[in-house]
Each structure stands twice: as C-alpha cells, then as structure tokens.
C-alpha cells in the first residue's frame, strides 16, 4: 500500500502524464509544433480541455493534515466495532475526526471515485465551460457492456443533456456514464484524469490519487484515504444540484427513467442525506455518506467493509448519540447587559459560541465584560468576550458587541463615581453551565 509520501509523487506524475494528453487536444502551441493526430472522442466535447480550477481548496478551509491532529474536547466515547479496513467519521462543524479505522491509509476506493468524476464536471458546468448536450462514444458505450459494470445502458451516438446524465450516474454509477462525462469535458478519459489529479491536489488532498474515472481500476495507484473521501464529500455536497441528486431516493432523469439511488443509506437511515457507493470485489464495499440530525451534519467513509449499512449506521449512531455540541450562543444574541451611568446596552455574540465535545463534558460559559467603556460606545463596540469552557479547558471565545449606542454625557462626579464603582464589579467572571 503506498505511504503518503508516495501517494503525492504518484499523483503528481500521473497529472503530469494526463496534462500532456489535456494539451495534446488542445492543439499546437506554436506553428512549429506538428499536428496532433488525437482528437476528442465526444465530438460536443470542448477543442481544449477546460482549467482546473486552481485556486479553489476545499471551501472548508483545512487540509486533512489539520482535521486529523484537531484534538476533540471532553471525554473520548468508545467507538464501534466495525468490519471495514478503513473509516472515518468526520464532524465538519469543527473540522474533527470523531472515529476512525485507518483513516489517513490510502485504499482502493471503487465507486466513491465518481464523486470526484461528477464534482469536477459540475464545476465545469457551473462556470459555462461545457456545452449542454454530449454524443456518446463507442468507447463510453463500450465500458458499460463488461460483464458486472453498473452501467446505463448508453449507446454510441445518443444524445444525452449533460446536467441529466450527471444526475444519472450519481444516483446509479454507470461506468459508461463516468466515461462519457470524462470524454466531454475534457476530450478523452486519460486528459479527464489528470484534471481529477489536478483538482485533487488543488483541494489539498495529497493522498488521493485517480488512474480512471469510474474506479475500476485494479491499480493501487488508485487509491484514498477515508479523510480524503470524506472532504471530498463534503466538498461536492457544497454545491446545490449534486446535493439535491445524492440526497434522493429515487429522481426520475430523462432519458432514463425512474431511478433508485444505489445509496442504500438514504432509505435505511432516517437523515440520511447522501452521498455515494462503490464496490469492487478488491475494494469491497465502500460508501461516502452524510446525515443530520438536530441540526448536526456528520459524514461517514467506511472503505472495504464487509457491511457498509451496519458500519455506517454505527458510526452515525456514534456520533450523534455519545457526542453533542453545545451551542450557547448564536451570532447576534444578547448575552449580557453591560451598565452604565448613562444608559444599559444589550451585548451581542458576534459569531457563533460552539463546540462538538464528548459526551459527559462539563460544559460552562464564562462572560467577562470591559471593566471601563470609554463614552460615546457605537452600535457594535466590543465590550466583552463569552468563552466556552469544556472540562476546565477554553475551546471557543467570541466578542460581545454593543447593540445600541451611548452618547457623551456632561460631566457628571456622581455618575463617574457611579462608573467606577460597576467598573469594579465588572471585573467579576460570570459563569453560567451548559446542558448537553
């Protein structure tokens, strides 16, 4: 199995390979350069293939590296016994991981491939660098003929729009679908793959690394690690359309029909609300997966699993019952008045108080206001700070922000008197517990 280190020259040199084949349908660069002989095999396909976006990380703003070191405040829960050699479980609100298996092992990843397949030509979509409609090819038509492939039954020189076979193949994984949408976007599977490399290391997932784009490769260099699945997951969920066809139990998609997610997940698991399988008779079955509940959101990987439903239902379990995440305090609410001898001014939170602890967590929030405000104070001065306290330990703070102004006032000896005196008092801590 490739280490990490490996994993990224791997990557980087297959990217390389395949951005040679991108330029090659591009076209000469110059007009001493001959003629290039390949061309697209979807003719709808772009003369070049589109960029890849390269200033686009992960919206989440962290790198595996990140997630994997964030420490979980409060006591650690015993996790579940599984059968999948590798899993992750990942809470996004804070960029945790709250269980795993091997989290950060590269693994074959089947299916789960087509995450990135789909995510990357819904960018290409999305930014108006693809035409609507693709012609499918012999080879595209070809991929879904092999004896076990998921497939859609694509057949050379049909017409397909191309936001509709996105929705196909994400909820029914056809590897004839894969294929297609790679020829389109960028010409040929080999040039599509070493976008997917691209946007892969663009994302900060350097254990991530694509030989195809429908995952079924037999390669070990084709391979990721549940962590990276899991972002990538998250990744692709930020945008509308692929979460509104990966949350769907069954969407009816012209030409195709009514179709059943292969999520078995959506209809197995109450907040289920995406995203995609996989299985390989090497990879096993695989699965990215998210869910809600109580206005938590948590994504789940299990690769090589012997169960995926029971192993992924476990990790929810887990999850949202021995971890909770107390939120005392939402931007904008009042959390405290400060007094003064001029007036009494509500303070606000200015971002959201939160944090995922383990369950059994003392949980306090401690308000400590300015001693001494200096007059006028505007809307929106910062008179203070709410702190989250897990076990003894500060996890979260947030400025307090003052929701209505106070003018100058005379001089007044009294009122100053008055101000000294709450001064004094202010420099109390308040602190107020927390239910879990």
Partial sequence: MSGPTTGRSLRRLLAAVGLL???????????TVVEPTTVPLDPDAPAAAPGVPVDAPLQAGVTPEEVASRPVPGPTPDPPT???AGAVLLDPADGVVLAGVDPRTPRRMASTTKVMTI??????VESGRVPPTLTVSAEAAATGQLPGVATLGLTEGQVVDFRDLLAADLLRSGNDGAVAIAEHVAGSEEAYVAMMNLRAETLGLEDTAFVDSTGLSVDLAH?????????LGQEAMTHEDFAAWAGAATLTVEPFGLLENRNEMLTAYPGTTGIKTGYTELAGLCLVASAERDGRTLYAVVLGSEDRVADTT????????????PTPLTPSQVAATYRTAHGEVPV???????????????????????????????VGTPLGEAVLVVDGQEVDRTALLADTAVAPAADDAGAALADAVRAFARLAEQRQPVAL
């Fill in 314 to 325: 476990a990790l929810f379990d887990h999850g949202f019952t021995d971890y909770a995440r």
């Fill in 119 to 124: 995510l990357l030509a819904l960018e290409a």
């Fill in 223 to 231: 391979h990721a690690t549940p962590l990276d699945l899991a972002l």
């Fill in 348 to 378: 606000s939170a200015a971002e959201e108080l939160a944090r995922t602890v383990g369950g059994g967590a003392e949980v306090e929030v401690v308000t400590r206001l300015a001693p001494d405000a200096a007059l006028p104070i505007d």
């Fill in 21 to 31: 084949l991108a330029l090659s349908l591009a076209g000469p660069a110059t007009a």
């Fill in 82 to 84: 599984i059968s999948a």
